[in-house]
C-alpha cells in the first residue's frame, strides 16, 4: 500500500541482543518520526529527520538507541543491548512538509519489541 | 508531571450515549491540538484537529480553552465503532525549530450494545 511501512511487524529478542527496525515512510515525505510505546501509554517522541538530518534526538532514552536515515527515505531504528525495559511498540510516522506546517502525520502499525 | 494529562478511564457506556473526554496540557507554547484515535494493535490516526472556536465533525466535537489549558472532546450518539482509545495531543515548538507531537497516555472507551 501507500502507507508507511514498518518490519518487522514483530520482533522477540533476547536481553543483550541488538536490534534493527526499519521504517518505510510514505514517498515525497520530508518528515519522519520515530514514536516508542509502552503497554498502557501513550507514544513518546524519540527522534525526527527532516530528509536526512536528525534534526531533534532528544527523546532517545539512551545511547544504546541510535536513529539513521542516510538518502531521506528508509530510516532505521537501531537498539544496542537490548534490556527489558525496551519492550514496546516503535512507531514511525511520516509527514509531506517540514514539521512546524500543519501537515497530517501518518503513523506505520508499528515494530512489536519484546526483550526476554 | 506529564505534559499532557488525560483520565484513563475505562469509560464503559451503553450505544446511544453521549461521552465526554477531558485533557489538560502543562506547556502555554502548545500551538497545536488533535485528538487521536487508537484501535487494539494497531497505529493512532488523527480523528481531528482542535481549533480555538471549537469544531465539530459529525458526531464529534472539540473544545480548546486556551487559558485554562483544556482541551475536551464530545461523542454524541456512540456506536459500537467508536470503542477505541482516544488520544490527546499537542504540538509543541521546542527550541525555534520542528514542533513535535506530545500524546497523552490515552482513554479507552467501550461501547456496550
Known amino acids: 500500500g501507500a502507507g508507511v511501512s514498518q518490519s518487522p511487524r514483530y520482533k522477540v529478542a533476547k536481553r543483550g541482543q541488538d536490534v534493527a527496525l526499519r521504517c518505510d515512510p510514505i514517498?515525497?515525505?520530508?518528515?519522519l518520526f520515530w514514536y516508542q510505546q509502552a503497554l498502557g501509554q501513550g507514544p513518546e517522541f524519540l527522534t525526527y529527520?527532516?530528509?536526512?538530518?536528525?534534526?531533534?534526538k532528544s527523546g532517545l532514552p539512551s545511547d544504546r538507541f541510535f536513529a539513521e536515515r542516510p538518502e531521506g527515505s528508509v530510516s532505521t531504528l537501531k537498539i544496542q543491548r537490548t534490556q527489558q525495559e525496551d519492550s514496546a511498540v516503535y512507531l514511525c510516522?511520516?509527514?509531506?512538509?517540514?514539521?512546524?506546517?500543519?501537515?497530517?502525520?501518518?503513523f506505520g502499525e508499528g515494530s512489536w519489541l519484546t526483550v526476554v | 508531571r506529564k505534559e499532557v494529562e488525560q483520565d484513563p478511564g475505562p469509560f464503559n457506556v451503553p450505544e446511544g450515549a453521549t461521552v465526554a473526554f477531558n485533557c489538560t496540557y502543562s506547556?502555554?507554547?502548545?500551538?497545536?491540538f488533535f485528538w487521536y484515535r487508537q484501535d487494539c494493535r494497531k497505529e493512532p490516526k488523527l480523528l481531528m484537529s482542535?481549533?480555538?472556536s471549537g469544531n465539530e465533525d459529525g458526531r464529534f466535537t472539540a473544545q480548546l480553552n486556551r487559558a485554562s489549558q483544556y482541551i475536551s472532546l464530545l461523542i454524541r450518539d456512540s456506536k459500537l465503532s467508536d470503542s477505541a482509545t482516544y488520544l490527546c495531543?499537542?504540538?509543541?515548538?521546542?527550541?525555534?525549530?520542528?514542533?513535535?507531537?506530545?500524546f497523552g497516555k490515552g482513554t479507552k472507551l467501550s461501547v456496550k450494545p
Open positions: 529527520f527532516q530528509n536526512e538530518a536528525q534534526l531533534d
Open positions: 514517498s515525497g515525505h520530508v518528515s
Open positions: 506547556n502555554s507554547a502548545s500551538q497545536s
Open positions: 482542535v481549533y480555538s
Open positions: 510516522a511520516s509527514s509531506l512538509g517540514p514539521q512546524g506546517g500543519g501537515n497530517t502525520i501518518y
Open positions: 495531543v499537542v504540538k509543541v515548538l521546542r527550541g525555534g525549530s520542528q514542533g513535535n507531537l506530545i
